[in-house]
Nanobody, 114 residues
Framework: QVQLVESGGGLVQAGGSLRLSCVVS????????MGWYRQAPGKQRELVAR???????NYADSVKDRFTISRDNAKNTVYLQMNSLRPEDTAVYYC????????WGQGTQVTVSS
């Protein structure tokens, strides 16, 4: 059974940093990419950052130059380093594995106070 488990969320002041982790357990056939998404109250879920199987990354314009996605294949873990956090970054952050199927974690809350 495939599981994605996020951690690292919390409460931080504006300008601070957090690092989210997503550990993937189980076997996923042919992962095309791993991604981080977020959903703020009353808003749709949106892509934050994505890293392909080749290591290519892309980011939402709102987080470019502040967030960095990376992965450790040996640990089956994907990270999201978030710097210079802003109140508008407040959301539940979800990890996603994109294969022939789409797998999601349960989410981790990030709250940025002004």
């Amino acid at each position: 059974q495939v599981q994605l488990v996020e951690s690292g969320g919390g409460l931080v002041q504006a300008g601070g940093s957090l690092r989210l982790s997503c550990v993937v357990s189980g076997t996923i056939f042919r992962i095309n990419a791993m991604g981080w998404y977020r959903q703020a109250p009353g808003k749709q879920r949106e892509l934050v950052a994505r890293i392909s199987i080749t290591g290519r990354t892309n980011y939402a314009d709102s987080v470019k130059d502040r967030f960095t996605i990376s992965r450790d294949n040996a640990k089956n873990t994907v990270y999201l380093q978030m710097n210079s956090l802003r109140p508008e970054d407040t959301a539940v952050y979800y990890c996603n594995a994109d294969s022939p199927f789409s797998y999601w974690g349960q989410g981790t809350q990030v709250t940025v106070s002004s």
